[in-house]
């Protein structure tokens, strides 16, 4: 319904279709500035009920993938499955007393958990869930999503720092020492798909992958071969900069009891902990985004094709074709998200954790002059095969 | 190449040094216990750390001191028993059977043959059940938490079979002085067998995941090595020690109960590290010798199922136990080496001196070397790989 | 080999402090007191010189006893004056085992310590150190090592008697 009121708005690029439907809808005595505000209100609720969505259904997720991995249930005592249970939780880290260690250094102990959700929060206004549904549709989306993401460590490092705790120092320098590793192959390898698509924005790179049943998508070699190993190296990066297994180093359970967050509890905790989810589905939607066509799927293909519609250029607003295909692009997205955080969570059950010494030569000697080399062989597959493909110049 | 990418010596006196950028740098002292979750128990190590790099570990025991030994001296010697099942916790069964046989070794009691075979099926399924707890904790020290979950699957299954002999599942009071408390209920040595069955078909599961998974291995190999002059130097013994490639085992060695004859039969081996994926007696030597070790307690428990016969389980022994004068030291091959009693005696219902041996306590004396010039990372590893039972080391 | 053959050689080589030995032995039918004794037999060694008999045991190559498993201490009873150190010795090359005993005064229980031939010793003599109040000369850390450092009287002794609290804990 959202979906459907917001599209009303029929936004163009660099405009928000919250703001567009409530200048349509204020009257006339309201001040431009109000609407504004007004505007900002609606987006950033929106935006913290996604994330908590989000959050929420991958703890619940994590705990059935893991414990189906593990020859058990999970839970399954809240609602059917257990689909209450991150509820349940919430209201009981919510009810948890407030606690701030002696000789914690208190202000920053407080602000550490909020930057943290707040960095995500940030990267999430510029994520579109369909071609017309986003709070923010910039040009430089993808590099706004990177920077944001990237001041989680920041966060991280004070809420080590501040905790008064050794093994919470510890974690916190090794956040910030992977973090900076991978930072480099992430950004090297998710150049690949730009300079294949020319754009940072989000919703334009995926209507470049537009095609006939999604074969089209970045990822398959007929489009650029070097495209796939891009692809395992920004995989890699990803799980490094979400801090998860294998390389959930700041916060290895067995070495440092919890890592940088060990000296948190009840909502502050939460906070890393929604941050930890969403920063999974983030990246692995952006990852979708880049490689695996965004937006585009057989799904959204067949609406496109059944009603005549055109990429990237919006459809009238209440026609049946438009609301089908906003519907079946966000369920194209977030089934393309959830998929890569269940490959996430697959390797953190499966896989033990590698050294600090092994993650640092991991992300400097390989991933990074693998990236040079992806980067280097797509830019010369781009200027010189690409006109030989009759399929990439349709 | 600056000092500060040099390994520092253990004990580096104040553990301040100066670096050549001017920058005057401290070592951390960072407690590792007594609650965390890689010491295996209320265990508490002070390490000393330059960064991720441990310059120093000492090891404060003492947490879990139940004063085991002082209780030997003011019970009788049948009431010991129990307390026997607490200091090893995990394998149980072998610290029943090593003070059974400490005190039967003074009385010189016969044991029916029927008994003898029931306690080397106990002994060598808790040896399964303790092997399993070890090498899961090993895995989930070094971050795969799977492996270990599915080891626990088999080892419930051990318990219930423990719990179907015996009523317990991990304090089991089972073998007792003169042979086992009771007979095996009707249909429990078939269960063994499915048991048997099922278990080297599951054993592969745990090689594939965890034993050869690369990761694992690049975690391991070459870490925590402990050579052989040194591992005999220490008193190690068990894994610890075969994992240095000393071809030594109670069972077959000096061998006690039926091991001559089971091992003359020739159905099972001595699985020794070899340093086939890095050193000879690193950790990943010491868990291959765990994980190999489980297959071959399921060959001697099979030997013991196609050659039990009915017959009595218990020999004739008073209720109140006087134990002739004298005094006796009886080891046996623990799942982590070896459990010595050294019992004494002076003719009367209470022991003189009750002494456990723990192979836990002297395997663990080794940690001091080898932590030092570890990572933080590897030490985990190290501590897992010597797998300590906390209520051993402290009794 | 043996006990007896064990014994030979020590005498053999003149193993430093050996001062005798004890085997099990069945009842004396003349005395109707005596019961004999069961168990193992021990050698009994000066314990002043007892670093220097485990070395010789550890590198003479027909005994090789090169595994120190235990060393413990005992103390027989109240009215005894002296306590028992007890080292239990292993040799995987001939697969023997060696039962040492000293009998070491209670009056001055200070003996040197044998870390220097079997560094797992080190552990052992600091349980004995506290339990038994024995003092190892030399020994590089005697830190108490099960018990509190500020633990007071030696627990393993039979005229220890325990303490009604500590720290304000109640022990009763």
């Known amino acids: 319904m959202l979906a459907a009121v917001l599209f009303a708005g029929a936004p163009q690029s660099g405009t928000n279709p919250i703001q567009g439907l409530l200048e349509q809808v204020a009257p006339a005595a309201v001040p431009a500035w109000a609407v504004v505000a007004a505007t900002i209100g609606i987006g950033v609720g929106i935006t913290v009920a996604i994330v908590s969505v989000i959050a929420m259904f991958g703890t619940w997720m994590e705990r059935k993938v893991s414990g189906h991995i593990q020859c ?9 499955h257990g689909w209450l249970q991150p509820l349940a939780d919430g209201v009981k880290l919510l009810l948890k007393e407030d606690l701030v260690p002696k000789g914690a250094d208190r202000v920053l102990y407080v602000i550490a958990p909020a930057i943290v959700l707040a960095s995500v929060l ?56 992977q973090v900076i590793a991978y930072e480099i192959p992430l950004g090297i390898s998710l150049l690949v798909p730009i300079m294949v698509a020319g754009s940072f924005n989000l919703i334009e790179v995926s209507n470049d992958q537009a095609g006939w049943m999604g074969m089209n998508w970045y990822i398959w070699p007929w489009v650029n071969p070097f495209m796939l190993p891009a692809f395992v190296l920004f995989f890699i990066a990803i799980l490094a900069e979400t801090k998860r297994a294998p390389f959930d180093l700041p916060e290895a359970e067995s070495e440092l009891v919890a890592g940088f967050m060990t000296e948190y509890s009840g909502i502050r905790w939460s906070f890393f902990f929604m941050e930890e989810y969403a920063a999974m589905f983030l990246y692995s939607a952006v990852g979708a985004f880049f490689f695996f066509g965004g937006f585009e799927s057989p799904l959204t293909w067949l609406v496109r094709h059944q009603f005549g519609l055109t990429v990237g250029v919006q459809a009238e607003a209440w026609s049946l074709g438009a609301i089908l295909l906003t519907l079946t692009s966000a369920l194209t997205i977030v089934v393309k998200g959830f998929a ?47 006109g030989f493909l009759p399929w990439r110049n349709g | 190449m600056s000092q500060s990418t040099t390994l520092p010596t253990a004990a580096a006196g104040t553990g301040e040094r100066e670096f050549m950028l001017d920058v005057r740098t401290q070592d951390m002292e960072v407690n590792m216990g007594p609650q965390h979750p890689a010491t295996h128990g209320v265990m508490r190590i002070l390490i000393r750390a330059d960064g991720e790099i441990c310059t120093g570990a000492q090891p404060h025991l003492g947490y879990l001191h139940r004063c085991a030994e002082k209780i030997g001296e003011n019970v009788e010697w049948l009431q010991y028993l129990p307390y026997t099942d607490r200091y090893d916790y995990l394998a149980a069964m072998n610290n029943n059977l090593g003070y059974s046989m400490a005190v039967e070794k003074l009385m010189g009691i016969e044991i029916p043959r029927r008994a003898l075979m029931i306690r080397t099926i106990c002994a060598e399924l808790n040896r399964i059940g303790s092997h399993l707890v070890a090498f899961g904790t090993y895995g989930l020290d070094l971050g795969a938490i799977t492996p270990f979950l599915y080891m626990f699957r088999e080892r419930e299954w051990m318990m219930a079979l423990f719990e179907k002999i015996c009523g317990a599942r991990l304090t089991y009071s089972y073998i007792r002085i003169g042979g086992v408390f009771n007979d095996a209920p009707p249909g429990w040595l078939s269960e063994v067998e499915r048991f048997c069955d099922t278990f080297e078909e599951k054993w592969q599961e745990y090689v594939d995941l965890l034993m050869v998974n690369h990761i694992f291995v690049q975690r391991t190999a070459n870490i925590g090595v402990i050579p052989k002059a040194m591992a005999l130097d220490f008193g190690l013994t068990g894994p610890m020690l075969r994992g240095s490639g000393v071809d030594w085992d109670l069972r077959r060695d000096m061998p006690y109960e039926l091991y001559a004859e089971i091992w003359k039969s020739g159905c099972f081996q001595i699985p020794l590290g070899k340093g086939e994926r890095g050193t000879l007696g690193d950790c990943w030597d010491r868990a291959y010798v765990r994980v190999m070790e489980m297959i071959e307690s399921i060959k001697i428990v099979r030997w013991c199922l196609d050659s039990i016969a009915p017959g009595p389980v218990i020999a004739e022994i008073p209720k109140t136990l006087r134990v002739p004068a004298g005094e006796a030291y009886v080891g046996i091959e623990n799942p982590r080496g070896e459990l010595g009693h050294y019992v004494v005696s002076d003719g009367g219902k209470v022991a003189v001196r009750c002494r456990v041996r723990g192979p836990s306590f002297t395997n663990l004396a080794v940690l001091e070397e080898l932590l030092p010039g570890a990572l933080i990372a590897d030490s985990i590893a190290i501590i897992g790989s010597t797998d300590i039972v906390v209520g051993e080391t402290d009794r | 080999m043996e006990f007896r053959g064990i014994l030979d050689r020590l005498r053999a080589i003149g193993a430093p402090g050996l001062l005798g030995h ?45 595994i120190l498993i235990d060393l413990t201490a005992a103390d027989p009873s109240k009215d005894d004056p002296n306590l028992w150190v007890l080292v239990h010795l292993l040799s995987l090359a001939y697969r023997q085992r060696l039962t040492v005993k000293c009998a070491l005064s209670k009056a001055a229980a200070t003996m040197p310590t044998s870390v220097t031939v079997h560094r797992g010793a080190q552990w052992h003599e600091r349980e004995c150190g506290e339990m038994f109040g024995i003092t190892f000369a030399g020994h590089p850390d005697p830190r108490h090592i099960l018990l509190p450092e500020d633990w007071l009287g030696f627990p393993l002794r039979k005229d220890y008697v325990f303490p009604d609290e500590y720290h304000g804990i109640s022990c009763k």
């Open chain 3, 22 to 66: 004890d085997e099990p032995r069945g009842a004396d039918p003349a005395d109707k007191k005596d019961k004999g004794r069961a168990g193992d037999p021990f050698v009994l060694v000066d314990p002043q010189r007892l670093p220097a008999f485990l070395e010789v045991c550890r590198d003479d190559e027909r005994l090789a006893f090169d």
């Open chain 1, 340 to 386: 890569g955080v269940f490959l996430m969570m697959w390797l953190r059950w499966t896989l033990p954790r590698v050294r600090i010494d092994q993650v640092m030569t991991l992300g400097y000697k390989y991933l990074t002059p693998l990236a040079l080399v992806c980067v280097l062989g797509a830019g010369l597959w781009e200027v010189f095969v690409k």
């Open chain 1, 122 to 177: 940030a990267a999430m206004a510029v994520f579109p869930l369909a071609p017309n549904f986003y709070f923010a549709d910039i040009d430089l989306g993808i590099f706004f999503i990177l920077a944001m993401t990237s001041t989680t460590t920041i966060g991280v490092v004070m809420a080590g720092w501040s905790s008064n705790s050794k093994w919470s120092l510890y974690g916190s320098m090794r956040e910030a020492a």
């Open chain 1, 72 to 80: 058990r249930y999970g839970p399954m005592r809240a609602g059917w």
